[in-house]
T-cell receptor
Framework: EPEVTQTPSHQVTQMGQEVILRCVPISNHLYFYWYRQILGQKVEFLVSFYNNEISEKSEIFDDQFSVERPDGSNFTLKIRSTKLEDSAMYFC???????????????FGQGTRLTVV | EDKVVQSPLSLVVHEGDTVTLNCSYEVTNFRSLLWYKQEKKAPTFLFMLTSSGIEKKSGRLSSILDKKELFSILNITATQTGDSAIYLCAGGSGTASKLTFGTGTRLQVTL
């Protein structure tokens, strides 16, 4: 069964360093998302991406964050200068196959646990 | 601000019991209501509901949406220990179906 894959599963970085989290969405999906979940808190929307551009972003997704789809398969989240409060589980999700529009399920990857020290 | 509220926050039941999990939502430009199961890491998709009053069913799990009352329930019958997890409700909105999640209901099924 197709699935969203994320790498690495766990990343430890020093405060102020740049990190890139990688995702391979399900191949025929058109919508891509990043969410994060701080330990013990709810899953929070960061950004959605469609047709090679950001569709919507939350207040969390400030200038320190960026997303890219550098080729036909990968979808990345970059945090330019990490802060302690960026420590969280980051989930990539994808949805919306070729024949679907909105009202699409979002399928989540297993997540990257980012620890900023 | 969009809001999704789930109740109860946690629940402990015996194997074989039936449980009902609740979700209320206030989501601008609402499009869909989704239920996920979160065990260790990733939320696993269960249901997506877009129409009121139509029950979706998968095995022992079922769910229904009331768009007038802005409410959804998830039922699990004949619970098993493998049902122990956090159940997340999310409201989908906007042109790209951004999801607003509730805090979840932690279900523990004991023998």
């Amino acid at each position: 069964e197709p699935e969203v894959t994320q790498t690495p599963s766990h990343q430890v970085t020093q405060m102020g360093q740049e990190v890139i989290l990688r995702c391979v969405p399900i191949s025929n999906h058109l919508y891509f998302y990043w969410y994060r979940q701080i330990l013990g808190q709810k899953v929070e929307f960061l950004v959605s991406f469609y047709n090679n551009e950001i569709s919507e972003k939350s207040e969390i997704f400030d200038d320190q964050f960026s997303v890219e789809r550098p080729d036909g398969s990968n979808f990345t989240l970059k945090i330019r200068s990490t802060k302690l409060e960026d420590s969280a589980m980051y989930f990539c999700a994808s949805g919306g196959g070729q024949l679907r529009r909105m009202n699409t399920e979002a399928f989540f990857g297993q997540g990257t646990r980012l620890t900023v020290v | 601000e969009d809001k999704v509220v789930q109740s109860p926050l946690s629940l402990v039941v015996h194997e074989g019991d039936t449980v009902t999990l609740n979700c209320s939502y206030e989501v601008t430009n609402f499009r869909s209501l989704l239920w996920y199961k979160q065990e260790k890491k990733a939320p696993t998709f269960l249901f997506m509901l877009t129409s009121s009053g139509i029950e979706k069913k998968s095995g022992r799990l079922s769910s229904i949406l009331d768009k007038k009352e802005l409410f959804s329930i998830l039922n699990i019958t004949a619970t098993q220990t493998g049902d122990s997890a956090i159940y997340l409700c999310a409201g989908g909105s906007g042109t790209a179906s951004k999801l607003t999640f509730g805090t979840g209901t932690r279900l523990q099924v004991t023998l």
